[in-house]
């Protein structure tokens, strides 16, 4: 029996069921806010179909809502509510292979013939399915763009590809996508998901030629890295317009108020768009006029350091639960993204360039692995030999530490840390004595200060204890991140009553 009240609206999945034409071939796989993608397996073909307008009751009375109006809450909820199989972006990569010409395309001017068969390269689909909008960051291993999905011109949200130029290395490749197909199975709240990867090629400089880069599509943190998070409370510019800091107290100037103002803007038609750009950018300017030299800084309040250390803590934990190394933990690697309802944003674990599976990879390193400043002692050169030691999940619990140090105290321990008093001294000279530093540090040791100060900002003394403990410099005396994981979730690290608190010692 059917229910035909008019107070119960269709489920998302019945109401895309709805939408799909009479022929039962097409099936729905992608949804976006008032836009359906319709799949034919048979003929592997796409289309795109305007959402159905329906009358939902309003959540408070019940009566029926004029078309087209929505809950502030609802559009967030319907940002989040894609209806896509995990292989949508591979089916995009079928339905581009069907459609393209067999007759190859002529090599452009200044384009050597590729290393690869054109088999394994899937030329066109970033032009076809993406609009590249700017870039995001930059690393050893590639440069990460934020990106617009696009089908035949219509939009259908925003996506982070990550470009890395592989050249003529099949061994190279081999190995990066070895580590792709491992992090596209990976599904944890607490971890960036990992949707795509195909090659392609593309040309990185304006003079440079095009050559054979693999692009690797990934979830979009709107809320920026952990770094950006910082740098805002620390009164420094943010590299997203939306994300700047405010002396404002008014709370349509709030970040998560400009952050709704920049979805607005991404869901607005291309007109309107422009306009949302330019009036943004009028505010943030605004913002920044008249300031003096002097800026506040505002810590990190007890609830924001939990809460972003327990999420970090669970994603490092998962990871290592599936004999998976990070070894590039820091606060730029540890993405945001605001949930609805929530007003601390949900912290993501991301770049994975340098992990490694402890189940399968060698017993050899042939170089320092992650960024300088988060890396273990061990996992420098030794100053005797200058031989480089194995590493295991020790080092990723060091880093984690550090992460936990900037959180609290918003620099590292470091003189020559980036955030440290340097000297004007050249960059190589810095990162010899930053080394020197890393290999001559004995650890973070508390003291009745510290105590009283924590006290003072109402932070549990379980945090300095967890200091001592992560960042000793004898790796066997680290506690794992499943214990430290355990301790959170059984109350022993928390920001009301703090339980227990010497077993943290004893992980």
């Known amino acids: 029996m ?72 609802d559009i967030h909820i319907r940002e989040r509510s894609y209806s896509r199989p995990s292989n949508y972006f591979k089916l995009l990569s079928v339905s581009s292979e069907t459609s393209r010409t067999s007759t190859p395309p002529p090599l452009a001017s200044g384009t050597s013939q590729s290393a690869f068969p054109r088999q394994a390269m ?35 949200g925003h996506f982070a590809v990550k470009k890395i130029a592989v ?16 992090l596209e199975t990976l599904r944890h709240r607490n971890i960036i998901t990992y949707h795509h990867a195909w090659l392609e090629s593309y040309q990185f400089s304006s003079f440079g030629p095009k050559i054979p880069t693999l692009h690797v599509l990934m979830q979009w943190a709107e809320g920026g890295s952990l770094d950006d998070f910082i740098d805002v409370r620390l009164g420094r510019p943010s590299r997203l317009p939306y994300l700047q800091s405010s002396s404002s107290s008014s709370p349509s100037d709030s970040p998560s108020a400009r952050i709704r103002q920049f979805r607005a803007m991404q869901r607005a038609p291309p007109e309107e768009r422009e306009r949302l750009r330019r009036e943004m950018e009028e505010k943030a300017a605004a913002r920044n006029t008249g300031k003096t030299s002097w800026k506040a800084v505002h810590l990190l309040s007890a609830e924001e350091v939990q809460s972003l250390f327990s999420d970090v803590v669970e994603g490092l934990s998962f990871l290592h639960s599936r004999s998976i190394l990070h070894l590039d933990l820091k606060p730029g690697n540890v993405l945001l993204t605001h949930d609805e309802g929530k007003l601390i944003p949900r912290a993501m674990l991301s770049d994975f360039g340098t992990s490694r599976d402890m189940l399968q990879s060698s017993g050899s390193r042939s170089g320092n692995t992650g960024t300088l400043e988060y890396a273990s002692p061990e996992s420098l050169p030794s100053p005797q030999t200058g031989l480089l030691k194995e590493v295991d999940s020790k080092s990723d619990m060091w880093s984690l530490g550090m992460i936990l140090h900037k959180m609290l105290f918003f620099r590292l321990p470091y003189r020559y840390a980036s955030d440290g008093e340097r000297s004007e001294e050249g960059e190589v000279d810095i990162l010899n004595k930053l080394e020197q530093e890393i290999l001559g540090y004995s650890g973070f040791r508390s003291t009745s200060s510290l105590s009283a100060a924590f006290e003072s900002r109402r932070l549990p003394r379980a945090f300095l204890i967890l200091l001592e403990t992560l960042l000793s410099v004898i790796p066997s005396s680290r506690p794992s991140c499943e214990r430290i994981a355990g301790a959170i979730r059984e109350g022993r690290v928390c920001t009301g009553a703090l339980l227990r608190v010497t077993s943290l010692i004893t992980f």
């Open 2 to 73: 059917f229910d035909e009240s008019p107070s119960q609206p269709p489920s998302p999945a019945q109401a895309l069921v709805a939408l799909a034409p009479l022929e039962p071939e097409w099936q729905p796989v992608f949804q976006a806010s008032n836009q359906v993608v319709l799949y034919n397996p048979t003929s592997h073909a796409l289309t795109i179909h305007p959402n159905a307008t329906h009358c939902f009751p309003c959540p408070y009375c019940r009566r029926p809502l004029p078309p087209g109006f929505a809950l502030e809450e």
């Open 122 to 156: 899937a030329e066109g689909y970033f032009k076809k399915f993406f609009q590249e909008e700017y870039r995001l960051g930059m690393g050893a291993y590639g440069s990460v763009y934020l990106c617009q999905h696009v089908l035949d011109g219509n939009p259908l």
């Open 167 to 182: 050249g003529e290395s099949h061994s190279y490749l081999l190995s990066i996508l070895r580590e792709i197909r491992l």
